[in-house]
């Protein structure tokens, strides 16, 4: 697994990664057969570890997609100082937190990271939207909602992304027992989203402004909105009241991305989540035996859904994906030349160019230069008995077909000077 | 697991991976298992594939260096036009492979990589030895060993670069089950190494020169020395009789790199093989119902080796590895400017610098410059009150603690060039 830690004075961990849900999914998961375990030593209850995922295969083509991706990614995680490590998420306690850091500046940066990315990979428009766990447990208590149903409620709310709020509603009847007056009371406030001035009206509204949870969690989204205005995020966000994930592990904010896509009356329309995360602060603390507090901000990217969104992107514009990164192939217009392009290849493999030539002895130009043609090689030097004699080599264009000469001794020289003018054309 | 494939004319497979040693002999091992099954599937014999190992895990320092090595081996992959691939190495048949090369030119460029790889990785000096199959089977069967014995002989053989003549002897005839004279006479030939002379000699070799197999191989190798006087890699390998690799798939040449340390006397010592391979045009095939065969010559690089010798190395010069790549921190000198930090730092990030500021709304000053040099960050910008009301910002060399005033529009220009100066410095 891809994975990057963010951290400034050694203060709060900040995580990076590609399958965090899962992992999350997973330790949750170990930590409940752990204590399943510890209740039933003598029993019959097995321990059952889930084996991983098969591995899909790519081809080549895909790779290279990928490949752009993560170092699209890697790069926006490298600008923010993050850093590649392989430690067990749960062994991250490891860390000294002696209370380094103040609050939301981290969570702001996070929210960050996700915007550069999307930008980054120009995959369209799309929204982040924010919301905070303690807003969300207070406005459950403000509406009368028992806290032994906050979780059931919560994932509830969380379908609101998907489904109309009429059947969200009658889930939380039907299903989760609750009145329909108390339905309705969340009712109001889960469809509600905006931007700061939606934080003022809620700071002063009549049941929410009488929860400590729903101040606390108010006061907090008023932090980091104005943090998200200074790193210049604003116009990529979004209070949503509706927004819960699923996942009842994170105790500050949580965020989701969202790509955006026309619907059928003109308007935007989600059409998937494509990073998420929130704070967690009490997760890796799990983990430890002494149960000591972790503080942990995260961001899951979802690069498959990434991966998928590209590879769609491309087909739609056919561009054709090379999988080698060939600049230069070396092909001789006579037979007996072979020689002669080895060391050809040689010097230009010494010089750092990126180069192939036939492995065979004597292959026919017109073969050669197809090749080059498929295979997207941009330059290809040919070889001639004349040529050699003369001093020169001939540069083929292959896009253009027009070749000229070049002393042997410039060969080097030249190459550059166009492989930087094909390197600049988007 | 990392692969890279490389090819022209959809001709001949070249793999080059980290692991190919491991993953041949579960193939063999998932082969011999397959027959198994087929001569008992009403028998007790079960079907065992070996787990993976488990992962190491490694610390950010470590990761720094793993990350650096691979860059430099993908950068010389890439430059011979590999391309990533994520194909099970049984599934490689799916390839056209109608004789489009000729023999030994792909051979040859699998040593050129080795020796562009260990030169780019700077590990001091090394030798690439090279042997041929056909020439060690025409060697022991003119030496007069069975041909049911070869296989156990060159095993034996093989002990050779750790163990000295007489115990492999003693080997040979007390385990083996070879006489003293055929011992011998193998003797004869496994203690000699040398260049293009050597295959010279032995191409006269009474014994030899009757033998169709050693003639075939002693030709061959003739031509792969030949092409690498052309890729300029004669200085770095040795013709070596006693090379013989324990595994017994290679059909054509094998090759070995070994790393050099200096001997007691003063001479040169092998400290351990660090990369190999050659040639297995049966291997993939195996694995095909119609056993077709497959041209496949490979290169094995043992990675885990070389990232302990680059560990090792970098433990000894004292460098302090990095972990992150910020570029410039961003500091206040009072209290009360954290705003003005996040907006730089927003400007700065958006410029495509790496960058990072104190997660703390008023950090102390010291606190903030012992973080830039106990992190290794060359360069920091400091804000303070009387430098935002005279338009400027305090721009400070780390390591030389030199501060000097740059205009506030001037300072990514400035950035600029202060970093490609830092990036220069070796």
Redesign the interface.
Same mark, same amino acid.
């Given at each position: 697994m891809l994975q990057f +830690?963010l951290k400034?004075?050694n203060? *709060?961990t900040i995580l990076f990664h590609f399958q965090i849900a899962e992992e999350v999914a997973k330790l949750l998961e170990l930590k409940a057969q752990l204590s399943n375990q510890e209740q039933a030593t003598n029993g019959a209850q097995k321990f059952i570890l889930k084996t991983p995922k098969g591995? #899909? @295969? /790519?081809?080549?083509q895909?790779?290279?997609i990928r490949?752009r991706v993560l170092d699209k990614v890697v790069s926006v995680f !490298? #600008?923010?100082?993050?850093?590649? *490590? @392989?430690?067990?998420i749960f %062994?991250l306690k490891d860390f000294d937190i002696a209370g380094? /850091? @103040?609050p939301m *500046?981290?969570d702001a940066e996070c929210v960050?990271v996700v915007q550069?990315i999307l930008d980054s990979l120009d995959m369209g428009s799309y929204t982040i939207k924010l919301n905070h766990r303690l807003l969300l447990d207070g406005m459950f208590e403000a509406c009368g909602v028992p806290s032994s149903k906050f979780r059931s409620i919560c994932s509830a709310v969380d379908k609101l992304d998907k489904s109309p709020w009429e059947e969200v509603k009658k889930e939380m009847i039907d299903e989760k027992g609750l009145s329909e007056e108390v339905a309705d009371r969340i009712g109001t406030y889960v469809r509600l989203n905006g931007k700061s001035e939606l934080v003022e009206q809620l700071l002063k509204d009549e049941k929410l402004s009488k929860n400590k949870s729903a101040i606390e969690g108010l006061e907090a989204m008023k932090l980091v909105l104005k943090?998200c205005d200074? /790193?210049?995020t604003s116009s990529n966000i979004l209070f949503d009241l509706s927004l819960a994930r699923g996942l009842d592990y994170y105790t500050g904010i949580i965020y989701e991305a969202v790509l955006l896509g026309d619907s059928i009356d003109g308007g935007d329309v989600s059409v998937g989540s494509i990073a998420g995360g929130g704070r967690y602060d009490n997760l890796v603390g799990m983990f430890d035996p002494k149960k000591k507090q972790v503080p942990c901000v995260g961001v899951s990217i979802g690069i498959e859904r990434i991966f998928s969104v590209m590879e769609a992107k491309l087909a739609t514009t056919k561009e054709k994906v090379r999988?080698?990164? *060939?600049e230069v192939y070396v092909a001789s217009a006579q037979k007996n030349l072979f %020689?002669e392009r080895? +060391?050809l290849?040689?010097e230009l493999? !010494?010089n750092?160019?990126?180069? %192939?030539?036939?492995?065979? #002895?004597n292959?026919k130009l017109l073969?050669q230069l197809q090749?080059c043609e498929e295979q997207g090689i941009p330059l290809a030097l040919i070889l001639g008995e004349s040529e050699i004699q003369k001093g020169v080599v001939k540069l083929r264009d292959v896009i253009s077909r027009v070749e000229t000469e070049v002393e042997r001794s410039k060969v080097m020289e030249e190459l550059q000077n166009r492989l930087v003018r094909f390197n600049n054309v988007p």
């Open positions: +830690k400034s004075f203060s *709060i591995t #899909r @295969d /790519y081809s080549p895909q790779m290279v490949q !490298k #600008r923010h100082g993050a850093e590649s *490590i @392989d430690t067990p %062994e380094a /850091y @103040d *500046i981290p960050k550069e943090y200074l /790193y210049e999988t080698t990164e *060939i %020689e080895m +060391k290849c040689n493999w !010494k750092g160019f990126k180069v %192939e030539h036939s492995y065979k #002895r292959p073969a090749h």
